[in-house]
């Protein structure tokens, strides 16, 4: 058995093909996180389980899956376009660059993450973003009705969302939508835009360093960043037509399932 999966970890960091099914998964799975990013965020709740079921490691799986999520990312983001704007009066350009910068330091902190040190965070990541999905309105309203936010807290609050997307991005889009509705009082259908593209700018930074360190295994991030492009494109189109509460009531059941998986994976 430890030869198979020894085996398994050479073909897979050589970027060979493994077998047809392995490529469809990870297809299907790109297609699905593509169009949950595209939605309400969230796409790795689909994509990392998917990479973790063929055998990646967790830390290179996270990678994997950021890069192959980076043109669906994209594809939404061309897709709202003519729906961006700035927030809270900071400019998109403002907080694109924000994000950039730190998402390159979120994504060197991912490199020098032990794998083991990884298993044991990812879940609490998780649950840290379904926590603040659940809450995030009920705190939105709560802050609104007491205090009055201004824009260095916002720069602040994009640096963490920066580093947090280049570190993990699971949830990064559905964090961003809380958030934003926190400092901005914004509502979640209005945050499409917004949202999406500073996905794609988190996901670019780390790009850059997962390819740079050799964190990123082709041949089951190629398929899935097709079917991402697709997802990413399919879900935007979608996404104009759903209510708030479909998309909410998806999310959180996505969220919460995955959740629930990855304590069980970890701790059991």
């Known amino acids: 058995m430890e ?3 020894r085996r398994f970890d050479k073909l897979s960091a050589n970027g060979l093909i ?3 099914f392995s490529l469809a998964l990870a297809a299907g799975a790109g297609i699905v996180g593509g169009a949950m990013n595209a939605l309400a965020g969230g796409g790795t709740f689909a994509t990392l389980p998917a990479l973790i079921a063929l055998g990646l490691p967790a830390n290179i799986a996270n990678a994997t899956s950021n890069v192959a999520l980076l043109p669906g990312a994209g594809a939404s983001a061309l897709a709202y376009r003519d729906e961006l704007g700035p927030v809270a009066g900071m400019s998109v350009r403002l907080l694109a660059a924000i994000t950039f ?3 390159l330091v979120g994504s060197l902190l991912l ?3 032990p794998t083991e040190t990884f298993d044991i965070i990812i879940p609490w990541l ?8 659940v809450f995030g309105k009920r705190a939105a309203d709560w802050l609104h009705a007491r205090v009055t936010i201004g824009r260095p807290t916002l720069v602040v609050t994009q640096a963490l969302l920066g580093i947090y997307g280049g570190y993990f991005g699971g949830g990064v889009g559905l964090i961003t939508t809380a958030v934003y509705g926190l400092l901005a009082n914004i509502r979640p259908r209005e945050l499409f835009a917004i949202r999406t593209t500073m996905l794609a700018v988190a996901n670019l930074a780390a790009a850059f360093v997962f390819i740079g360190f050799a964190m990123v295994w082709w041949w089951a991030c190629l398929p899935m960043l097709l079917g991402s492009i697709a997802g990413g494109w399919l879900g935007a189109l979608l996404g104009k037509r759903l209510s708030h509460r479909m998309v909410r009531v998806w999310t959180l059941l996505v969220t919460g399932a995955t959740t629930l998986v990855f304590f069980v994976r970890a701790y059991s």
């Open 111 to 113: 490199v020098l993450t």
């Open 126 to 133: 998780l649950l840290f973003a379904f926590a603040v999905m």
């Open 18 to 20: 493994v077998d047809p």
């Open 101 to 103: 910068a730190f998402g």
């Open 3 to 5: 030869k198979e999966v």
